[in-house]
């Protein structure tokens, strides 16, 4: 059941593929696996997406497909249906923990308070997505983590390329990243990974864990 969740803290980046078409999501997966990013979140709100995360599976087997914005637990039965190997949703959902535990695959709740983050921790949420981060800022992260030290936070929501070292130096164990990473550029594809190799480099630059915010 860990496996998934030592992949996130590996990788350091999880790219959040949030897109208006069912093939618009499956070109951006393959774009991010094949530049070398071992996991890939998915959200519910994309078309289709219980198909495109069974074409993820098939075609991509050594990635993690995480599936995101998981709402309810019937979501959550609907991704594990189609291959979710991570359920990732932005609150403290009793019933997406609950089915989680009971079909054994990990979950990363959601919080955005210290009170919501006690109640990830309590429902068994091994890291804790902190969203919307960049409205709190790297300082709120650091005082979260003052009387939370044992807190691990994958942080998410308008985090810019150039901020995950700080992110990941305050105490982060990964960073989120949507739109500043997979929003369609001149050439598309080739910018594309051109930003995913960037933050690739940012996440695992020898300086990283001194990077002051």
């Not at 860990?2 to 951006?28: C, F, G, H, Q, S």
């Not at 071992?38 to 993820?56: K, Q, R, S, Y």
């Not at 790297?138 to 939370?148: F, Q, W």
């Not at 369609?184 to 990283?208: F, L």
């Amino acid at each position: 059941m860990d496996d998934a969740i030592r992949v996130v803290k590996a990788a350091r980046v999880v790219p959040i593929i949030r897109t208006n078409t069912a093939d618009e999501a499956y070109a951006l997966a393959r774009i991010v696996v094949e530049a070398g990013v071992p996991i890939i979140e998915l959200t519910m709100t994309i078309p289709d997406v219980l198909g495109v995360v069974a074409a993820c599976r098939r075609d991509f087997p050594s990635a993690v497909v995480a599936v995101g914005t998981v709402r309810t637990g019937a979501e959550a039965r609907d991704a594990i249906g189609a291959g979710a190997m991570l359920l990732v949703t932005y609150k403290a959902s009793e019933p997406v923990a609950q089915v989680g535990r009971d079909y054994g695959i990990p979950y990363i709740l959601g919080a955005a308070t210290p009170t919501e983050v006690d109640r990830c921790l309590e429902l068994g949420s091994q890291v804790v997505k902190w969203f919307p981060a960049e409205s709190w800022g790297i300082a709120g992260l650091k005082y979260l983590r003052g009387p939370l030290p044992e807190v691990e936070c994958l942080v998410t929501g308008g985090i810019a390329l150039d901020r995950i070292g700080a992110w990941l130096a305050a105490g982060a164990v990964a960073v989120g990243l949507g739109g500043a990473l997979l929003a369609p550029g001149v050439g598309q594809a080739s910018v594309i990974t051109s930003r995913v190799q960037a933050a690739w480099r940012w996440a695992h630059a020898d300086q990283v864990r001194g990077d002051g915010p």
